[in-house]
């Protein structure tokens, strides 16, 4: 090991304990590996020098390190903690917030109310109508028959979560027993959630969502994020339904993550690679959501050029973030083959079996998004994913809810 080498590991094992008090930053696999190495290189200098020889350059530059390390990291703890002043969250827990009603102003926009719904729940679900994480919450509730009601939000101005500190979709409130709702965010945590209460309805829904709570922490890059802990487990404590194994559950979880990490994050660059192509999508999304029924003429047409303006950059952003090439569809195409060659595998018509597992429903709600697009129509084409799609589509729609509108302010589209 060099002397540059040693003196800047030095430096690291500094920082590191800098870190643990207060810094919050954590480094990289890597990094701790160095500062392991020339920690047990101080230590076989320390006995040396110990023994009665005289320490050697190295170790006198080591222990220079070490005393320039220490000062570094605690300037650098002091430097963080004064730009950031929520640094000292790292691994803080928010739990799900509660609030004593529906807030004022929220609109209704319609209802899908099943007779045959036994859950006793009463959901209601803040949307865009074709975001791909809003489509997966929809498919699961569909499938499960559950009574739910929604708020279409305006993809732009977001007049309806104004009241919310978190302003992303989908979000549910959902009645607990004491007739409060608890405020859920996060796709797959909302799923997780309501699957959880099928399997313990003695339990207040309230108290189950305590199980995923918000927790922030820093990447690798020393970036903060947050993220909705156990957000992919199911918490049936002792009512683990039967013919539910260890895989099973396993199998699910990973093709859940897969959804949300990999296939969603191919629809942006797909749908929206051109111009054209993104001004097409939105006036799919309009005819979807029902935008000229919900929203007056200009916020309709705000949505849609300024939304189909917006996502074509954005998509171009997205696409070298996740190293697609120029053929983006051939990645799309690959992810769907990697999914069917799954189903073969298994030889299986769900992910699930014979009935749709939530990593069915996951997958089928992210593509349903863009159901009305070009990219659709290529991939069923292009992929034998169509087969398996619309199997699933048959039930959901087949379980589904009446429709009920409540908030009608023009003329719903042929």
């Not at 540059?4 to 919050?24: E, I, K, P, Y």
């Not at 500062?35 to 006198?60: D, E, I, M, W, Y």
């Not at 899908?112 to 509730?141: E, H, W």
């Amino acid at each position: 090991m060099s002397c540059f080498r040693l003196a800047t590991a030095t430096w690291l094992a500094g920082s590191a304990n800098a870190s643990r008090s207060g810094a919050g930053r954590l480094l990289s696999k890597k990094s701790h590996q160095e500062v392991a190495f020339v920690r047990r290189h101080l230590a076989q200098a320390v006995k040396s020098g110990g023994s009665g020889r005289k320490p050697n350059g190295t170790f006198k530059l080591a222990m220079l390190g070490a005393v320039v390390g220490a000062a570094t990291g605690s300037v650098y703890t002091l430097y963080t903690r004064w730009t950031d002043g929520s640094s000292h969250k790292e691994h803080e827990e928010t739990k799900p917030t509660r609030v004593d009603g529906i807030p004022q102003g929220v609109r209704i926009t319609k209802r899908y109310v099943n007779p045959k719904d036994t859950s006793g729940l009463d959901i209601v679900m803040f949307q865009f109508q074709t975001c791909p994480f809003c489509c997966k919450v929809r498919a699961f509730l569909d499938y499960m028959g559950i009574s739910y009601s929604v708020v279409e939000v305006d993809a732009v101005l977001r007049q309806d979560i104004r009241w919310s500190s978190v302003k992303k979709v989908p979000m549910v409130l959902i009645r607990q027993q004491d007739g409060s709702y608890v405020q859920m965010v996060d796709s797959s945590a909302i799923i997780s959630l309501i699957a959880t209460y099928l399997q313990d309805k003695h339990t207040d829904i309230g108290d189950l969502a305590q199980f995923y709570p918000h927790i922030s922490f820093f990447d690798d890059d020393g970036k903060k994020k947050q993220d909705i802990l156990n957000k992919y487990f199911l918490m049936y404590g002792e009512h683990t339904p039967k013919g539910v194994t260890r895989d099973i559950e396993e199998v699910d979880r990973k093709w859940r993550t897969w959804a949300d990490d990999t296939l969603v994050h191919l629809i942006s660059p797909n749908c929206y690679q051109t111009m054209g192509e993104s001004l097409e999508t939105f006036e799919w999304f309009s005819k979807a959501g029902e935008w000229d029924v919900h929203f007056p003429k200009w916020e309709r047409d705000l949505m849609v050029y300024c939304g189909a303006t917006a996502m074509w950059a954005i998509a171009k952003i997205l696409k070298r973030r996740h190293a697609l090439t120029d053929d983006v569809r051939s990645h799309m195409y690959d992810a769907l083959d990697q999914w069917t060659a799954e189903l073969k595998k298994r030889n299986t018509k769900f992910m699930g079996g014979k009935q749709p597992s939530l990593a069915d429903l996951s997958v089928f709600g992210v593509l349903s998004s863009m159901e009305g697009c070009q990219t659709f129509k290529d991939c069923l084409k292009n992929t034998n994913i169509g087969k398996w799609f619309y199997d699933v589509k048959a039930l959901v729609e087949k379980n589904r809810g009446a429709l009920q509108r409540e908030r009608i302010e023009g003329l719903a589209p042929l």
